[in-house]
């Protein structure tokens, strides 16, 4: 069964530096993909980043990237320039891409603090 | 990216009625995906909806208590049964992305507390 360990459960950051948010995922399964979620305190989860397990860049989306390190089964999420806006709940997430179904296990996320 | 809305926002409600939740994509997607999240958790999956097929629950969740429907390619609703202040919870539905399968949304997700 797939498991995703997140084992920071809070963040501090000053505005403005950057920081690392760890994942590490357990399969079995060659083929997966691996999500990065922000829940704000409104509830919604916002797509951030993905990486596919075959993917051999790490991903990056603006201030995002993915340090994507498959034989440590790790994909630590890098938030660079941090902003207030930034302070959420932040979950890593993985999908069997060979199933039929694109179903998504979840850590069990990272309360992110950016201060001024 | 896909926009899905979801209806209502936020309920309260009392033990022992049901709540139905609606779920609205502005595209056609073939599978739809029901997740809970508890109080302070992290999100778990309920089920998931394909269109003119029944839905496919994850162990722990059964039709009775969290029975779907998945009318057309655009819209699914999930109801919670028979209330219990366990159930208060956040429900959100998601779909893949409409490009591809490395994307996947989520709704703005329906707060439910249970009295």
């Known amino acids: 069964a797939q498991k995703i360990t997140q084992t920071q459960p809070g963040m501090f950051v000053q505005e403005k530096e950057a920081v690392t948010l760890d994942c590490t995922y357990d399969?079995?399964?060659?083929?997966?993909?691996l999500f990065w979620y922000k829940q704000p305190s409104s509830g919604e989860m916002i797509f951030l980043i993905y990486q596919g397990s075959y993917d051999e860049q790490n991903a990056t989306e603006g201030r995002y990237s993915l340090n994507f390190q498959k034989a440590r089964k790790s994909a630590n999420l890098v938030i660079s320039a941090s902003q207030l806006g930034d302070s959420a709940m932040y979950f890593c997430?993985?999908?069997?891409?060979?199933?039929?179904?694109?179903?998504?296990?979840f850590g069990t996320g990272t309360r992110l603090l950016v201060s001024p | 990216s896909a926009v899905i809305s979801q209806k209502p926002s936020r309920d309260i409600c009392q033990r022992g009625t049901s709540l139905t939740i609606q779920c609205q994509v502005d595209s056609q997607v073939t599978m739809m995906f029901w997740y809970r999240q508890q109080p302070g958790q992290s999100l778990t999956l309920i089920a998931t909806?394909?269109?003119?097929?029944?839905?496919?629950?994850e162990s722990g969740f059964v039709i009775d208590k969290f029975p779907i429907s998945r009318p057309n390619l655009t819209f699914s609703t999930l109801t919670v049964s028979n209330l219990s202040p366990e159930d208060s919870s956040i429900y959100l539905c998601?779909?893949?992305?409409?490009?591809?399968?490395?994307?996947?949304?989520f709704g703005p997700g329906t707060r439910l507390t249970v009295l």
């Open positions: 997430a993985m999908r069997d891409v060979n199933t039929g179904f694109q179903k998504l296990v």
């Open positions: 909806a394909n269109q003119g097929s029944e839905a496919t629950y």
């Open positions: 399969t079995s399964d060659q083929s997966y993909g």
């Open positions: 998601s779909v893949e992305g409409r490009d591809s399968y490395n994307e996947q949304f």
